[in-house]
């Protein structure tokens, strides 16, 4: 984290975790949230916690937002939550493209970038998720892999691009307590910011996610495209997610 205009940010993935009481009780843990420094701090709760997310984070230094969105603005999409929907629920942020909803959804590439600009039309800044799998990091296709991802995205310019947020996460580091190496993720983060450079934004944030937690999260921060994490297991501990913002 060494650029000046890419200020540190860090987002909570809950995924399909919590409970009602549970996340009342995490959500009031980060509601006292002083941020010592310029580090912005976020979470992703579940849809049907999003209303009582506003409630107890409106006025708090963490911002909100959700794990999906329709790529659709509205209409006959069952069991699909559209972005003027989030909108509602004041979400700053929204995930598109995890790796849990490319493969257990089968979502492509077109479709993530095609509900990033959804988000984008209702003011919603998408968090872009990129990674190879575990054969594909094994081939040595990281790049080739995160490129083709980024691909329809890039595609739309740099007028599109300068708005969103990028996360990389190898999903061979998800959820596995294997997070990449400091030096291991840099790598494929410096060409991510070489592919956003050509596309005219360079100054586009790229988090890092998969099993960052607080013992790990100062070497990883300490890389120089490194711009903050995206964090899934930790960020349900309030006192550990809390640790990594203070890092
Ligand atoms: P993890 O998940 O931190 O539990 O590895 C990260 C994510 O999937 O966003």
Not at 216 to 244: H, Q, T, W
Request: aromatic residues 6%; negative net charge; glycine residues 8%.
């Amino acid at each position: 984290m060494t650029s000046t205009t890419r200020s540190p940010l860090i987002i909570g993935n809950w995924k399909m975790n919590a409970s009602l009481g549970g996340s009342m009780v995490l959500l009031q843990a980060l509601a006292h949230y002083k941020s010592s420094k310029a580090c912005e701090l976020a979470v992703c709760v579940p849809f049907p916690y999003l209303a009582q997310t506003q409630e107890v984070l409106a006025g708090s230094l963490v911002s909100w937002g959700a794990q999906d969105v329709s790529d659709q603005p509205q209409g006959a999409y069952t069991g699909e939550v559209s972005a003027a929907m989030l909108q509602d629920f004041a979400c700053k942020w929204v995930l598109v493209g995890h790796s849990e909803r490319r493969q257990r959804h089968a979502e492509s590439d077109q479709l993530v970038a095609d509900k990033a600009v959804r988000a984008l039309a209702c003011g919603i800044t998408p968090v872009f998720c990129v990674g190879e799998s575990d054969a594909e990091h094994e081939a040595g296709e990281a790049h080739d892999v995160v490129l083709r991802q980024l691909r329809p995205l890039l595609d739309l310019g740099a007028d599109v691009v300068k708005q969103v947020v990028v996360a990389y996460e190898p999903v061979w580091a998800i959820g596995t307590g294997k997070s990449a190496t400091p030096e291991q993720a840099q790598a494929v983060h410096a060409f991510i910011r070489e592919c956003l450079k050509q596309s005219g934004a360079a100054e586009v944030r790229v988090l890092y996610g998969g099993s960052v937690n607080a013992a790990n999260a100062k070497s990883l921060f300490a890389m120089p495209d490194i711009d903050g994490a995206l964090v899934g297991g930790a960020a349900l501990k309030a006192e550990e997610f809390l640790a990594i913002a203070a890092i």
